[in-house]
């Protein structure tokens, strides 16, 4: 154990996610188990540089691994991308005798943290928690399995109106950048066609597949898109075109939203936080830092910060080839 870190803070930042507080779970009692301090810092770079911080102990994170969003809250902050801002964070880190931190978020979680470290030479170790997916250095993020879970389970609630009435709902999910959400939960739950980034399917090549559809003899129509898809300017575009081209379909349109981030973690993510957890803490111990924790062929790996920021989270083509032919 390294004598030079006796007291860790821990933050969520950014988008939540649920995994979060079991993350915050798992890095406070690992602290305990090592009989190190932990502090949990309120509000992300915000509370930090308020100095919003409140000392925790293995009894503080009792009935939490089961919650949704994060129980010290999360807060975008402008001030934290200025030289002051972080300077002012840095000083209030040192007055509360805070040797190391813990931060869960997303890319620009990391980004913050990495200019923090690269500045203040300060001991940082990041855990992913975003819905999308999108992190390089980790097959899966906390909170993305709970939202795959959510979404597939709201598709074929959805499916159901859709079958009574013969229409084609566009079920837009999120992921700006990647359309990991998407795909899988368009091959889950078997919807008859899958729009991502990745792929651009154009409007043409849409039509041709409903229409392909529609002759096998399907009354309804599933199509999931995800919220970065490029083949129209947004889900109610793609519709007023649906609905110019085959008039023999009722379009709707059901936007997900923000739902996705909600709900109690799956067993999937809560185990995954509290393995995060121990790791993120233990490495700090043993004097590493600026990386993040991550899930690689199921085993907890270290990835640096720049590359896990830098770096592309790749689709998984073998099942963008399953859902072409589950969607014939």
């Known amino acids: 154990m390294s004598k030079s870190i006796k007291k860790i803070g821990v933050m969520t930042s950014g988008g ?7 993350a915050i779970r798992s890095v406070v009692r690992t602290c305990a188990f090592h009989n190190i301090e932990c502090v949990g810092i309120y509000r992300g770079y915000e509370g930090m540089i308020e100095g ?3 000392p925790m102990n293995a009894r503080s994170v009792k009935g939490i691994i089961n919650k949704g969003g994060t129980v010290l809250k999360s807060a975008r902050s402008k001030t934290f991308m200025t030289k002051e801002g972080r ?13 190391a931190l813990v931060t869960i978020g997303g890319d620009g979680t990391f980004t913050g943290a990495m200019v923090f470290n690269q500045e203040y030479d300060f001991p940082i170790m990041g855990i992913p928690g975003t819905i999308d997916n999108d992190i390089f250095g980790t097959s899966h993020t906390l909170g993305y399995d709970t939202a795959l879970n959510t979404v597939v389970e709201a598709i074929d609630k959805i499916r159901d109106t859709a079958s009574s009435h013969n229409r084609l709902f566009f079920i837009e999910v999120m992921g700006r950048d990647v359309g990991h959400i998407a795909l899988n939960v368009g091959v889950g739950a ?5 729009l991502i980034p990745e792929e651009d399917l154009g409007l043409d090549r849409l039509l041709e597949s409903l229409r392909r559809s529609k002759a096998s003899g399907k009354s309804s129509s599933i199509v999931v898109v995800a919220e970065g898809d490029k083949i129209g300017k947004n889900v109610f575009e793609l519709k007023d075109y649906v609905e110019e081209h085959m008039t023999e379909y009722e379009v709707r349109v059901s936007v997900l939203g923000h739902m996705q981030r909600g709900g109690s973690p799956s067993c ?3 185990v995954l936080a509290s393995r995060m ?6 490495s700090l111990l043993e004097n590493k830092t600026n990386f993040m924790v991550g899930l690689l062929h199921d085993k907890i790996a270290l990835t640096p910060l720049d590359k896990a920021v830098k770096g592309k989270s790749e689709i998984n083509m073998e099942l963008l080839r399953v859902s072409d032919i589950m969607t014939t």
């Open 16 to 22: 939540d996610a649920p995994g979060m507080n079991a």
């Open 52 to 54: 919003d911080f409140k």
């Open 87 to 99: 300077k002012t964070a840095y000083q209030k880190l040192t007055e509360a005798n805070i040797d």
């Open 190 to 194: 078997g919807a008859e066609e899958i």
């Open 268 to 270: 999937f993510d809560r």
């Open 277 to 282: 957890g121990v790791k993120a803490v233990e």
